[in-house]
Each structure stands twice: as structure tokens, then as C-alpha cells.
């Protein structure tokens, strides 16, 4: 496995290398390429000491990670949109992973546009792995692995592109995968039996949700539920059902966007990214 993990040089940024060791506990021979951005329109005698801060702090991260048997490569460039170059890294050195962690809803690093973490889930092509400052939160026995998926699908084909992965990782950790479906009303409002609204969400969900259900399972998952719930924001849904089901991974679809309109709309993707309590593996589904 390679693994993009953009840095800033904070200790916010540094934080997803605890998960990026998480990421990696099983796989031999993982590959990291620490990635540093500089702003293309600073003085050079400032991108000179920049350089030299990054290239420093670079090396001590190396050296803690190839103490856990990773091959660690280190890269510290310039460029006029962090986000755009981090996107073209990636697919330039054919990673496998993005990870990297994000200010969340009101860091004051957040651009006016979007995040770069949003930035870059919305234009990378590889599946990306980030969390907010709530999701970086680790407990000193998380390393090993995560106990419940949390996967939210929609019953597209295109959403069920996340299933692959989300699997893999659950597989490695043993963890539980808990499918969630949301039934989202046909008028908006609340339904004036939510008793009923709740039994019937629930039973859309199981019937929506066979096929996957099967898929994981024949990969090789003993521990697979399905979850329904009823409501009209996708988003709030899945915050409230990761909080429900204790997950400590999400695995979801981003449709993303094409063009100069995937810089400039939310997606499900990042409205949970600001807010979930766990990170966020995201597959964008093209």
C-alpha cells in the first residue's frame, strides 16, 4: 500500500500519522510519502527557511515511522493551490491512499472556498482517509484496529463502489460493519407516527441493503448488520447513527463534481467530515 499524507507543518496535520500507522498495522511493506506544500507566492529566502523547517520536521517523522517498519519518503514542494498539487501528487506517484486531516468547521486555516481536505476529496481520484479534530482523537488501544464500520449506501450502484475497501479494513481489524440506509421523506417535515416512520425505514433498509449485506459477508465478514433510519438531511442521519452504533470508522461514496463546480458545492461526504466524531474514509465514485 502507498500513502499520500499531505502536512502543514502543525501538530493538527501531524495528528493522522497515528492513523496512517493504524492504517498499516497488516500490510507489509507500506509505502509513506510525506507531502509539505509552500505557497508559491512567498519571497524565495522565505521558501528557503520554509524548506529547511519542513525538510527537518519531515526526517523526525520519519524516524518514528520507519521504527514501525515503513518505508518512509519525503517531499516538500511549491505550489500555487496546495489542494490541486496534493491531487496531482497522487496520481503522479500512483498512491493507493490519500490520508490527511482537516480544521473541521471553523479552524482558522479553513479557506474561503472549502477546506484543502475537502478540496481534495472532491478532486482525487484514489480513495481518501482524513478526519476532523474530533476524529483524530485516538485511545492508546485503537492502534490495532477499528471495532465498527459504519457504511452508509444509498442503494446506488455507484455508493456501493466503497464496499471493497470499507471491507478490507474491517476484515483486517475484525470489526463490524453496520450498512445504513436513510429513508428520506417524499414531503419534507416529520412523519406524525415516528414509531411507524422507524419500523418502516428499517424494513427498506434490510430489503435495499441484501445485496451488499451478501457481498461482505462472501468476503469474508461474519459480523454484518443493517441499519434504517427516516429523515430528510442525509448528513445529520449519518452523524446521528455513527454516534448510535459507536462507530469509529466511516466508509462512504462521494459522488464528487467535475469541472470548477466540484470546488464550489458540499457533498454528504463533507458535511459529515465537519462534524463526525470518527474519520472519514471516503471513495469517490465516478
Known amino acids: 500500500m502507498k500513502i499520500l499524507v499531505p502536512l502543514d507543518g502543525s501538530r493538527l496535520a501531524d495528528g493522522i500519522l497515528a492513523h496512517v500507522r493504524r492504517l498499516t498495522a497488516e500490510v507489509a511493506g507500506a509505502e509513506v510519502t510525506l507531502l509539505q506544500v509552500l505557497p508559491a507566492y512567498l519571497a524565495a529566502d522565505e521558501i528557503a527557511l520554509m524548506r529547511d523547517e519542513a525538510d527537518e520536521h ?5 524516524r518514528l515511522l520507519t521504527h514501525e517498519g515503513l518505508t518512509v519518503r519525503s517531499r516538500v514542494d511549491v505550489a500555487p493551490d496546495p489542494a490541486e498539487h496534493v491531487v496531482d ?3 503522479d506517484l500512483g ?3 490519500i ?3 482537516t480544521h473541521g468547521r471553523s479552524g482558522p486555516s479553513r479557506w474561503l472556498r472549502g477546506s484543502v481536505a475537502e478540496r481534495v476529496l472532491r478532486g482525487a481520484t484514489v480513495p481518501v482517509y482524513t478526519a476532523n479534530p474530533q476524529g483524530l482523537v485516538m485511545t492508546d488501544d485503537a492502534i490495532v484496529g477499528w471495532r465498527r464500520v459504519l457504511v452508509p449506501l444509498d442503494g446506488s450502484e455507484r455508493a456501493t463502489r466503497v464496499l471493497p475497501l470499507a471491507g478490507r479494513f474491517a476484515l483486517a481489524s475484525d470489526a463490524e460493519v453496520v450498512l445504513l440506509h436513510i429513508d428520506e421523506p417524499e414531503v419534507p417535515g416529520v412523519h406524525p407516527v415516528p414509531e411507524v416512520a422507524a419500523m418502516k425505514a428499517q424494513r427498506r433498509a434490510e430489503e435495499t441493503l441484501g445485496q451488499a449485506t451478501e457481498q461482505l459477508r462472501r468476503a469474508g465478514l461474519e459480523r454484518v448488520r443493517v441499519l434504517g433510519r427516516y429523515g430528510g438531511d442525509p448528513a ?5 447513527a455513527a454516534r448510535e452504533v459507536s462507530a ?3 466508509a462512504i461514496a462521494s459522488h464528487g463534481r467535475t469541472g470548477l463546480a466540484r470546488w464550489r458545492f458540499g457533498s454528504v461526504a463533507e458535511k459529515v467530515l465537519r462534524a463526525a466524531e470518527a474519520p472519514l474514509l471516503i471513495v469517490r465514485a465516478l
Do not use: G, K
Request: proline fraction near 0%; charge should be negative.
Open 58 to 62: 519531515h526526517a523526525a517523522l520519519a
Open 89 to 91: 501528487t497522487a496520481r
Open 95 to 97: 498512491v493507493d491512499l
Open 99 to 101: 490520508a490527511l486531516s
Open 236 to 240: 445529520h442521519e449519518v452523524l446521528e
Open 248 to 250: 469509529d470508522l466511516i
